[in-house]
């Protein structure tokens, strides 16, 4: 841990964000509370049952500590159980992956980036006053200094490979709701130069469902995600129905032409998505992707579907040392997001 003050800003330049199956000193987690996210208390209560069933099977392999809106901790305890450690602070939602802090370090010293956090460009159901506060607040609970971004980004719009690769969508960094004026060139330096990446990799947008009425126009941790260097998964929707067939077809034929920070052409793994296209809401964004890297673990979304052994085999295959978990995710993708959205890793330094 650094000598240094929690909060206190620091240069970035030696700084870079590990990848996600590097060892963790813990995952940090958001509690559900009242918000439009979640609309009446059935739809709360569901939300708060699915986030301690990922919480628990995250528990298994590392420490988990659970940021619970004032007041809300000890209903927080009754779900989440023994062993796991609860925080009250002001909170808005839930999405910790979002509102939380990237974690990076020097090979010495853990440090925390604090991105601009704008309810996912400003959108007009979402509440940011509390959570635009949470960055700093886990970085003094974790006792590590902390670096400001300018950049409205959120932890779920990049996915690195630890190496000096990040990837990024168009739709979420070039956002005229998030960043006006920015350009690709702009972002990258200030991303590359917060995370210790060298080379960004772009893709056109995210999931059709993602730009929904509680969507985040675009994350890229719900459509491609690195398994080790050089290897990125990628989401396949195989039914022509669908409109993500096109697209995810375009990007997977986007990843194959491309090359990573050390030189290395990518190998893609295609993971396809659940049978269930769509629900009374629309087209459905349901992926395998968005899953949580934790210490001999891999917690994985299931949708009580036929797909989600074959998901959990490939999973297996690409991370033979790890014990796959599968935990419902529908809840969570209801709300917005998956199980990679809820958690956020403190790597081990």
Same mark, same amino acid.
Do not use: C, S
């Given at each position: 841990m650094s000598a240094m003050t929690a909060g206190t800003e620091m240069t970035a330049k030696t700084f870079r964000m590990p990848a996600e199956w590097t060892p963790h000193e813990r995952t940090w987690m958001a509690w559900p509370g009242p918000n439009p996210t979640f609309a009446d208390d059935g739809e709360l209560? /569901?939300?708060?049952?699915?986030?301690? @069933?990922?919480?628990?099977?995250?528990?298994?392999? /590392?420490?988990?500590?659970?940021?619970?809106?004032?007041?809300?901790?000890?209903?927080?305890?009754?779900?989440?159980?023994?062993g796991i450690d609860i925080v009250e602070r002001d909170l808005d939602d839930a999405w910790m992956r979002d509102i939380g802090p990237t974690f990076v370090h020097d090979g010495r010293e853990? %440090?925390?980036?604090?991105?601009?956090? !704008?309810?996912?460009? %400003?959108? /007009?159901?979402?509440?940011?006053?509390?959570? %635009?506060?949470? @960055?700093?607040?886990? @970085?003094?609970?974790?006792?590590?200094?902390?670096h400001s971004s300018p950049l409205v980004n959120e932890g779920g719009g990049l996915h690195v490979d630890g190496e000096g690769t990040v990837?990024?969508?168009?739709?979420?960094?070039?956002?005229?709701?998030? !960043?006006?004026?920015?350009?690709? /060139?702009r972002v990258e330096a200030e991303i590359h130069a917060r995370i210790g990446t060298t080379e960004a990799i772009w893709l056109?947008?995210?999931?059709?469902?993602?730009?929904?009425?509680?969507?985040?126009?675009?994350?890229?941790?719900?459509?491609?995600?690195? %398994?080790?260097?050089?290897?990125?998964?990628?989401?396949a929707q195989p039914d022509p129905a669908h409109p993500d067939h096109e697209l995810t077809r375009e990007i997977a034929g986007l990843l194959r032409g491309r090359t990573d920070a050390r030189g290395r052409a990518l190998e893609i793994v295609e993971i396809p998505a659940p049978t269930v296209l769509a629900d009374d809401d629309g087209w459905l964004d349901h992926s395998y992707i968005n899953h949580y890297l934790c210490n001999d673990g891999v917690v994985l979304c299931s949708f009580d579907d036929p797909r989600d052994e074959e998901a959990a085999g490939i999973f297996r295959r690409l991370f033979p040392a790890r014990t796959v978990t599968l935990v419902d995710a529908r809840t969570i993708f209801a709300g917005g997001g998956g199980i990679h959205c809820i958690t956020q890793q403190q790597p081990r330094v």
């Open positions: 209560a /569901e939300a708060r049952t699915a986030w301690a @069933a990922v919480a628990r099977a995250v528990r298994r392999f /590392e420490p988990v500590t659970v940021i619970a809106g004032t007041g809300q901790g000890g209903t927080a305890r009754d779900l989440l159980g023994p853990l %440090a925390a980036v604090d991105w601009t956090f !704008n309810g996912w460009g %400003a959108q /007009e159901w979402a509440r940011w006053e509390h959570d %635009a506060k949470i @960055a700093r607040q886990v @970085a003094d609970l974790a006792g590590v200094p902390v990837l990024l969508t168009d739709t979420v960094q070039l956002d005229p709701d998030r !960043n006006p004026g920015w350009t690709r /060139e056109p947008r995210g999931l059709t469902g993602d730009y929904g009425e509680f969507g985040t126009r675009g994350h890229v941790d719900i459509v491609a995600a690195f %398994a080790a260097p050089g290897v990125v998964m990628v989401h």
